[in-house]
């Protein structure tokens, strides 16, 4: 077992940085990650100055009133035994303000204001700023500082010719684009001394048109060393880079060969990053000798205790991040506090607290709600073993009733089940993976094919409805045809379609069935699709991306007007939309249907214009309609998840539901 202290807990923004009593809320999040084990703890992005800050009000370590705010989370996270450094960040043109500064007045692609570019005293000033923020960094006790140099952020846009066009003696060749990030470390160094330690992130792989080639990334390297770092850490990929680098379809530590390349080249230790989500895939990274450690942000939300559950040999106990972005990423994009899909107490842990239960494996988040272990003696079923289902059975047994979950189908896991079948999206079933075993070990009594009657439920104090969803039915002339299908009976496998389909409906299950059917146009594998050259000799390791259209014709209809996948997530969504442009699906927004024929699907485009498409199969993704089983009658009776509300359900409301009890 190689992995205590040589996993990283990475820099994640959670959005408490800015709340009200964030501070201690962070403490205690953090606190819970060095219980868990994790070797060093990062935490989310501080800027140096105002102009910094990532958006309007952004946290700031810039004077000692910001300092002594941070003070209680090194101190909780010492409390457990963990280390802990601050990741000192600005965001330079990134930044979503007017105020935004960067090396050249050059907006970014995804930037909302054209910066202004620094004056050499204002580089100067920037400068001084890294360095007073890192000194305030220790006065607050933190370990160390990790300075970020990589997604593309100021010191980013330092190093690219592409960003940074100044003549003075802060641009020019590639030598002189380094002299920002070196003389920070340099002087941060002296200014620190010797025993605190300093990280650097460094953009190994920029994946934008311009960024650095290799040679440039391993003479940086070198150079941050002679400045004074002590750890190397990898950044992948600009914010505005249009390859994804931490979604789902991911592979697994797809991105370590980057850092591995790099081992070797420097005398300092190397931290390799980007979709570890998994104590094996962590191990055989370190086995083949690609880092020196590795970093995790996301799974550390999603399970605290990873690390202790590894070296336990608990592997099957982790609650594994999915790679999902819809309660961490995309809630920051959205000025949410984050938290997790699938263990929505992450950053809310003080709602949540611990209560010991000895009598239960330590490998269980033995925890229970604000009243501690209240549902002792009590009875509850819980109908439906969909996510809601199973959180509701896990959180009820915790706290200590005695719980029986019925299933009508012959496996657990609703909706995750379909999901997990989703090219890219197989994460899910780790997560039917985690209830199952959690539940087993709360000793809740699984009953699979068995639907719940008013007569096996009336024996119990109380029942728990979670029966979901079923999937609205097309209504024209026609939709009573064999070739409408409903999505699950595609995804199921049940049916199988043509090479000719009509996908109806376009939000998430849309978006996700026609991914699902013109899969085969990825057959070049993930870097090969996506453009990364995976030899490294390109500048800013870009390639030609190899993407084939579909062998299938696809049609996807949405009555609204407008571009289609607006309410998929903010970080993922571009992932959906560019993957079906490129396999060649049609979309067709504004439409009205009209009626489904031996022609074909009839519809009028939202011009007026009449169309028939001949098509094998008309695929039903019209959304969701919420299910309760009329016959189930308890005079104690919660009905919670899609069952309660289909309208805007995601897997995160519906586990979250599920933990609340009262
Ligand atoms: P959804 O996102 O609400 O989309 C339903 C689609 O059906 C819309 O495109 C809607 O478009 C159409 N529709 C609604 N009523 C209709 C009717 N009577 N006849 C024909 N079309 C109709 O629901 P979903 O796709 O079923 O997804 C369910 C939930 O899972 C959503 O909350 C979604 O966010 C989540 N999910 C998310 C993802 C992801 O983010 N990648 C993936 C899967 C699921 P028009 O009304 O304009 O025709
Ligand atoms: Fe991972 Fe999704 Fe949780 Fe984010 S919300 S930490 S991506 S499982």
């Not at 003696?169 to 684009?177: A, K, P």
């Not at 690390?307 to 809630?331: F, P």
Request: neutral net charge.
């Amino acid at each position: 077992m190689t992995l205590p202290n040589r996993i990283l807990m990475g820099s994640m923004h959670t959005g408490l940085e800015e709340e009200k009593g964030g501070m201690e809320k962070l403490a205690r999040f953090y606190a819970e990650r060095a219980a868990g084990e994790a070797g060093l703890l990062v935490t989310g992005g501080i800027a140096p100055n105002r102009a910094g800050v990532v958006a309007w009000g952004g946290s700031r370590m810039s004077s000692h009133r910001h300092a002594s705010h941070h003070r209680v989370i090194p101190k909780a996270v010492h409390a457990e035994g963990g280390k802990i450094v601050m990741q000192i960040l600005h965001a330079g043109r990134y930044a979503y303000t007017p105020f935004c500064v960067a090396p050249s007045a050059l907006k970014a692609p995804i930037g909302r204001f054209k910066p202004r570019a620094l004056s050499a005293r204002g580089v100067e000033r920037t400068i001084r700023d890294f360095v007073h923020s890192a000194v305030l960094a220790r006065e607050a006790g933190y370990d160390g500082v990790e300075v970020m140099g990589s997604e593309g952020y100021l010191i980013n846009q330092f190093l690219a010719s592409e960003t940074n066009l100044r003549a003075d003696q802060w641009g020019g060749d590639f030598e002189r684009r380094c002299r920002f990030p070196e003389a920070i470390l340099s002087r941060m160094r002296e200014a620190v001394g010797e025993d605190f330690l300093i990280m650097y992130r460094l953009s190994m792989l920029d994946l934008v048109a311009g960024g650095s080639n290799w040679e440039e990334i391993e003479r940086l390297a070198q150079r941050v060393e002679h400045a004074g770092t002590n750890i190397i850490n990898t950044g992948i990929g600009w914010h505005e880079a249009r390859i994804p680098t931490i979604a789902t379809m991911v592979p697994r530590g797809g991105f370590r060969f980057v850092t591995k390349k790099l081992m070797g080249a420097v005398n300092v230790p190397l931290v390799t990053t980007n979709r570890f989500n998994d104590p094996a895939t962590c191990e055989e990274a370190l086995a083949e000798g690609c880092a020196d450690m590795i970093s995790m942000a996301r799974p550390f939300l999603a399970d605290p205790h990873l690390v202790k559950k590894a070296r336990l040999s608990r592997a099957k106990d982790i609650n594994t991040c999915i790679g999902c972005n819809q309660a961490c990423l995309d809630h920051v994009f959205k000025r949410k506090v984050s938290s997790c899909l699938v263990n929505p107490r992450a950053c809310h842990e003080g709602d949540f607290p611990v209560i010991p239960r000895p009598e239960i494996s330590q490998s269980v988040e033995d925890r229970g709600g604000k009243g501690g272990m209240q549902l002792v003696g009590r009875r509850i079923a819980v109908v439906g073993g969909g996510p809601a289902g199973m959180s509701a059975a896990l959180e009820r047994a915790r706290l200590g009733a005695e719980v029986v979950l019925f299933e009508r189908q012959a496996e657990l896991g609703g909706q995750f089940l379909l999901a997990q079948r989703i090219p890219g999206k197989f994460e899910f079933n780790e997560t039917i993976r985690y209830f199952q075993t959690q539940l087993s070990y709360l000793g809740v009594e699984v009953r699979l094919g068995v639907a719940a009657t008013t007569n096996n439920v009336a024996e119990f104090d109380e029942v728990v409805v979670a029966t979901g969803v079923r999937p609205r039915k097309l209504d024209i002339p026609g939709s009573d045809r064999p070739e409408v299908v409903s999505y699950v009976d595609v995804l199921n496998g049940r049916v199988e379609v043509g090479a000719r389909i009509a996908v109806v409906g376009a939000g998430g299950i849309g978006f996700d069935v026609a991914d699902f059917l013109t899969h085969d146009a990825d057959d070049a594998g993930f870097m090969a699709s996506w453009g990364v050259d995976t030899s490294l000799e390109s500048r800013g390791g870009l390639a030609a991306a190899q993407r084939t259209a579909s062998q299938r014709e696809v049609h996807m209809y949405q009555r609204r007007p407008g571009k289609m996948g607006k309410g998929l997530g903010k970080t993922t969504g571009w992932i959906h939309r560019n993957t079906l442009k490129q396999r060649g699906v049609k979309q067709w927004s504004g439409v009205s249907y009209d009626r489904i024929d031996d022609q074909g699907f009839h519809v009028t485009l939202e011009d007026g214009t009449s169309q028939v498409q001949a098509v094998d199969h008309v695929v039903v993704c019209a959304g969701q309609m919420s299910f309760v089983p009329e016959d189930l009658i308890h005079p104690n009776l919660t009905v919670i998840g899609g069952a309660k509300d289909a309208k805007g359900l995601d897997a995160q409301r519906a586990i979250l539901e599920g933990m609340v009890t009262t």
